[in-house]
T-cell receptor
C-alpha cells in the first residue's frame, strides 16, 4: 500500500525551512528517504526504524512517529542544491518490500 | 568503487526486438533490484534478487525476464515490448535486503 506524501510540491527561497510528511495507514517497520534530481538517479538520504528515532544528515533530518505511522523530513536553511523530488519509501515488515510514495517536488529559488 | 553502472544509457527498440539491459556493482552487495519509473512518478519495484536468487517478482509481464549471473551482475532481458513499456529502468543494489539502496543512473527505454 503506497504511503501518502504531503505536500505534493513546495517552493522555497534560499534559507527557508520546509517539512515533508509521509503517512501510512498500516503499521510501519521502517521508512526510507531519497532525493532525485531531474534526469538523475534517486540518492539515499536516511533510514528510520520504528521506535520514534530522529536522524540527521547535514541540515536535513527526519523523525518517525510510530503512533501516527508517519515520518517527517525536515530541511532547514535550504540551499539551491536541495531542489529535487523527495520520495519516502515504506517497509511494513522485516523481509517486506520498499514501496515509494508519490513524491514531493521541492524547488529552492535564489 | 561505490557505483552501480547501467548500460546502455538510452535504448530505442521496436516491438519485435530482443534487447538486454545490464547492471553491475562491485560493492559486494547481496541484494539487487530492478525498478521502472515513468515521468513524474515514483520508482515501481519490478524484481528483487537476494543472494543471487529471485526473491520478489511484482507480477511483471513475462516480456521482461531478469537474470542474475553472479553477485555483481544483473540483467533484464526484453522481448516483444509494448509502447507503454517506455520508461526509465533503474537498477539498484544494497548490502542486504531493505538496507540503503544505491541506484544506477538508469536506462531510458523507448519502445516504438
Amino acid at each position: 500500500q503506497q504511503p501518502v506524501q504531503s505536500p505534493q510540491a513546495v517552493i522555497l527561497r534560499e534559507g527557508e525551512d520546509a517539512v515533508i510528511n509521509c503517512s501510512s495507514s498500516k503499521a510501519l517497520y521502517s521508512v526510507h528517504w531519497y532525493r532525485q534530481k531531474h534526469g538523475e538517479a534517486p540518492v539515499f538520504l536516511m533510514i528510520l526504524l520504528k521506535g520514534g528515532e530522529q536522524k540527521g544528515h547535514d541540515k536535513i533530518s527526519a523523525s518517525f512517529n510510530e503512533k501516527k505511522q508517519q515520518s517527517s523530513l525536515y530541511l532547514t536553511a535550504s540551499q539551491l542544491s536541495y531542489s529535487g523530488t523527495y520520495f519516502c519509501g515504506t517497509v511494513y515488515n522485516q523481509g517486506g518490500k520498499l514501496i515509494f510514495g508519490q513524491g514531493t517536488e521541492l524547488s529552492v529559488k535564489p | 568503487d561505490t557505483e552501480v553502472t547501467q548500460t546502455p544509457k538510452h535504448l530505442v527498440m521496436g516491438m519485435t526486438n530482443k534487447k538486454s539491459l545490464k547492471c553491475e556493482q562491485h560493492m559486494g552487495h547481496r541484494a539487487m533490484y530492478w525498478y521502472k519509473q515513468k515521468a513524474k512518478k515514483p520508482p515501481e519495484l519490478m524484481f528483487v534478487y537476494s543472494y543471487e536468487k529471485l526473491s520478489i517478482n511484482e507480477s511483471v509481464p513475462s516480456r521482461f525476464s531478469p537474470e542474475c549471473p553472479n553477485s555483481s551482475l544483473l540483467n533484464l532481458h526484453l522481448h516483444a515490448l509494448q509502447p507503454e513499456d517506455s520508461a526509465l529502468y533503474l537498477c539498484a543494489s544494497s548490502p542486504g535486503p531493505l538496507w540503503k539502496l544505491f541506484f544506477g543512473s538508469g536506462t531510458q527505454l523507448s519502445v516504438l
